[in-house]
C-alpha cells in the first residue's frame, strides 16, 4: 500500500510541475460523462463548472458528455468498456459499484484519497461512503445524493385543525393526521408517494427492519419488513388515505393543492420551491421506532485502461467536482445534497438556507441516512423487487406477508 501511494503521489507531482513546464505540449483529454439531458439547466450549469477548471487547469482538457439519464449512462459505460475505450470519469448511481467492480471497470481510488490525507476523507459526510466501499476498497467518490422526505402542505395542516408547526413523526400520527385531512376535506387526497422499494426502505429501516443481512442474503420475509409494507398497504388499500403516485405525480398534485402530504425525494425540492403557492415544510418519512431512511443518488468514478498521466488528470477533476465550493455550488443548483462537511459553512450555504429554510431542515436529516439496499445481481434483484411490490402496493393482488415470502424465494434462488 505505501509503494502504491508513493506512485500515486509522484503521479500527482509530474502532474502538477511536470507537464506544466511543457508549454507546447496539447493538454490531457479527460472524457466524462454525465447523466443528463443535453439541453437542460443542469447540463447548463455543469458546462460552466467544467469551463473553469479548464481554464483554471490549462494542462487539462476535459470533454462532458451528456448522456442523458442515469441507465443511458450504464449503457455506454459497459459499451465503451468492453470495447477498450472507456470514460476517464463517469457520473451513475452509487448502486452501480457492484457492478463496475465486478466488470474490473473502475479505479479503487483508496491510494489517491490517503495521499490527500485524512482531512479529505473525514469531511465528507459519514454516511455516503458507505454505498461506495466494498470489500477494503473504495470505488467511487460521492457526488450527488437524496433522501426521501416528508412533504406538508401547512395551510392544509391548518386548515384540518392540525398543528402546522408539528406535523406526524409517527406511523400513528400520521394515521390520525390524515383522517383529520379527508375528514376536514374529502375531496384533497390527505398523502400521495410512489411505491418503490427506495421509498419503502425508509417504512423497513423507521420500523428497525433491512431488506438485506449482506450482499448475498436477502431478508424481505423478515417480519418487521412485512410489518413496515403492512402498515403502507393499510393505509392504500384499508384506511384509503395514501394514494400512489410516480415521483413526478406526487409532485403535481402536492403543488395543484390537491395533495396535503407527499413522500418524495429531496430532489424535488427545488420544484416545489420554486414552484408552491402555499407555505410548506419538509421532515423524515414517519416511524415506528426510529428515525432511519436510505439516501440514493450517484457519484464519480474513475475508470481503468488510461495511461498513469490521464487517470491522474482525472482525479484532479473529480477532486475539483467535490471541493466544497463546488459542491456547495451544485447543491444550491440541482436541490442536491453537498458532500463536504465544510460546505455547509461557507457563507453563500448560510446565505441560501436563510432564504430557503427547507433546505436546512433537509440537510439536519443527515443524521439520520443509511446506504440505499444493494444485493449482488442489484439489476435482477431491483426489477424481482419492484414488481412484487407493485403487485402488493398498487394492485392489492397479494398481502404483505405473500408478497414478502415469494420474494425472498426468488431471490434466494439468484444466490445459490
Known sequence: MKGLKLTVLLILLTMVFGLASYAGAAPIEVRFLFPVQTAGPLAVAMEEIVDEFNRANPDIMVNAIFTGNYAATNDRIRTTTLAGNPPHVALTEMVQAIALDELNAVVDLTPYIEAEGPDFYDDFIDGFWRGFQLEGKILGLPFQHSIPLAYYNLDAL???????????????????????????????LAIVSPADAWILQG???????????????????????????????????????????????ASEDFLAGDAAIMYNSTGSMAFVRDNAYFNWSVGPLPRNTV?????????????????????????????????????????????????????????????????????????????????????????????????????????????PAQGMEELQTKLSELYK
Open 158 to 188: 391548518a386548515e384540518a385543525g392540525l398543528d402546522p408547526s408539528n406535523p406526524p413523526t409517527t406511523w400513528d400520527e400520521t394515521k390520525k393526521a390524515a383522517q383529520a385531512l379527508v375528514a376536514h376535506d374529502p375531496s384533497r
Open 291 to 399: 428515525h432511519s431512511f436510505p439516501y440514493g443518488g450517484g457519484g464519480l468514478y474513475l475508470f481503468k485502461g488510461h495511461s498513469a498521466e490521464e487517470e491522474a488528470a482525472a482525479w484532479r477533476f473529480m477532486k475539483y467536482l467535490t471541493s466544497p465550493e463546488i459542491t456547495a455550488r451544485w447543491s444550491r443548483t440541482s436541490g442536491y445534497f453537498a458532500v463536504r462537511k465544510s460546505a455547509y459553512e461557507l457563507p453563500e450555504m448560510q446565505a441560501y438556507f436563510q432564504q430557503f429554510p427547507q433546505a436546512k431542515q433537509a440537510a439536519d436529516l443527515l443524521q439520520y441516512t443509511n446506504k440505499q439496499w444493494i444485493l449482488r445481481r442489484y439489476a435482477e434483484a431491483s426489477q424481482l423487487t419492484n414488481s412484487i411490490f407493485e403487485a402488493i402496493l398498487v394492485l392489492g393482488e397479494k398481502t
Open 203 to 249: 417504512f423497513v429501516e423507521s420500523n428497525s427492519g433491512s431488506y438485506i443481512k449482506d450482499l448475498e442474503t436477502p431478508t424481505f420475509n423478515d417480519a418487521k419488513v412485512i410489518e413496515a409494507l403492512q402498515f403502507f398497504y393499510d393505509m392504500i388499500h384499508t384506511w384509503n388515505l395514501l394514494h400512489v403516485r410516480s415521483y413526478g405525480e
